[in-house]
């Protein structure tokens, strides 16, 4: 019987990958942003800030931009810097949980769907479709109403959104994938259809997994950010990006600098995980290599 090709070495990507993406232009400043807040958000999710966030200062109330507040102070007096970063941690602490949840309970029923095929396939696929039947937003919405507000329950609010996106993306690999000789060769040998999704499948998914899981956390701090700007998400007194451009919204003619700073930082934030999930693309996809 003629060798079989190992999975690992037909399909997943070939080593070297920082080498490629740091020859990426779109990857490496996608890297260094997402970088840069990853540290100030685990700054200030440990309280590593200016001023404690929630520390009123009644006589410096809206101050603009300064030596003593780099970014201003809000309507309480609050440091607008410190906030940012603690809304960083809990921003970040949201995409994080979310993402993760929704990864690992949407890659698993993909992978069993596609694998499984037939009558399993149908039923999962078709009941993720009810979830992709509803917008993003109404669909998370409807979610944390029900469960009430708060950080974690935005999370999981996020993740019932983004799994049924996850099933997608793992299913259609594992479909191309189950044809292929090493895994009939795995099947002819008697390997039980656990080990064979977990040895032989699972690595040749990573690649579009690893792309989604960036773009997925780009989506999640927008949403977070949406929920929370509705007073869904996390909850005054602590700090989100979101809750900031709520409370500054009507000062903001006056006082620009109470959503400029969390506006600039929502958009950096997203676009940093979009431009990493773009260099990722780019470097995991053998087709676009040439195109690069």
């Given at each position: 019987?003629?060798?079989?090709?190992?999975?690992?070495?037909?399909?997943?990507?070939?080593?070297?990958?920082?080498?490629?993406?740091?020859?990426?232009?779109?990857?490496?400043?996608?890297?260094?942003i997402v970088?840069?807040?990853?540290?100030?958000?685990?700054?200030?999710?440990?309280?590593?800030?200016?001023?404690?966030?929630?520390?009123?200062?009644?006589?410096?109330?809206?101050?603009?931009?300064?030596?003593?507040y780099i970014?201003?102070?809000?309507?309480?007096?609050?440091?607008?810097?410190?906030?940012?970063?603690?809304?960083?941690?809990?921003?970040?602490?949201?995409?994080?949980?979310?993402?993760?949840?929704?990864?690992?309970?949407?890659?698993?029923?993909?992978?069993?769907?596609?694998?499984?095929?037939?009558?399993?396939?149908?039923?999962?696929?078709?009941?993720?479709?009810?979830?992709?039947?509803?917008?993003?937003?109404?669909?998370?919405?409807?979610?944390?109403?029900?469960?009430?507000?708060?950080?974690?329950?935005?999370?999981?609010?996020?993740?019932?959104?983004?799994?049924?996106?996850?099933?997608?993306?793992?299913?259609?690999?594992?479909?191309?994938?189950?044809?292929?000789?090493?895994?009939?060769?795995?099947?002819?040998?008697?390997?039980?259809?656990?080990?064979?999704?977990?040895?032989?499948?699972?690595?040749?998914?990573?690649?579009?997994?690893?792309?989604?899981?960036?773009?997925?956390?780009?989506?999640?701090?927008?949403?977070?950010?949406?929920?929370?700007?509705?007073?869904?998400?996390?909850?005054?007194?602590?700090?989100?990006?979101?809750v900031m451009?709520?409370?500054?919204?009507?000062?903001?003619?006056?006082?620009?600098?109470?959503?400029?700073?969390?506006?600039?930082?929502?958009?950096?934030?997203?676009?940093?995980?979009?431009?990493?999930?773009?260099?990722?693309?780019?470097?995991?996809?053998?087709?676009?290599?040439?195109?690069?």
């Amino acid at each position: 019987m003629a060798a079989v090709t190992s999975p690992t070495e037909t399909l997943t990507p070939s080593p070297g990958i920082m080498r490629r993406l740091s020859r990426n232009l779109s990857g490496m400043v996608g890297l260094v942003i997402v970088t840069t807040f990853v540290i100030i958000a685990i700054l200030g999710a440990l309280g590593i800030t200016p001023y404690p966030s929630v520390e009123q200062h009644v006589r410096d109330r809206l101050k603009p931009p300064n030596a003593a507040y780099i970014m201003g102070t809000d309507l309480f007096g609050r440091d607008i810097t410190s906030r940012v970063m603690e809304g960083a941690g809990n921003s970040f602490k949201v995409a994080f949980i979310s993402v993760f949840l929704a990864s690992v309970v949407g890659i698993t029923l993909g992978m069993i769907s596609g694998f499984a095929g037939g009558r399993v396939d149908n039923l999962i696929m078709r009941f993720m479709d009810i979830f992709f039947a509803f917008p993003s937003l109404l669909l998370a919405l409807v979610v944390v109403t029900v469960m009430g507000p708060g950080l974690i329950q935005t999370a999981l609010a996020i993740a019932v959104v983004y799994t049924p996106i996850f099933a997608r993306v793992a299913r259609a690999p594992v479909l191309a994938a189950k044809e292929r000789e090493f895994v009939l060769a795995a099947r002819c040998l008697g390997m039980r259809p656990a080990r064979i999704l977990l040895r032989h499948i699972f690595p040749n998914t990573l690649a579009p997994l690893i792309v989604q899981i960036s773009l997925a956390l780009s989506w999640s701090l927008l949403t977070e950010a949406g929920l929370s700007f509705l007073g869904l998400g996390t909850q005054p007194p602590a700090a989100s990006w979101g809750v900031m451009l709520s409370e500054g919204r009507s000062l903001a003619e006056k006082s620009p600098w109470l959503i400029i700073f969390p506006g600039l930082a929502i958009m950096l934030g997203v676009l940093g995980f979009n431009l990493l999930g773009d260099g990722l693309r780019d470097v995991l996809d053998p087709r676009m290599r040439g195109t690069r």
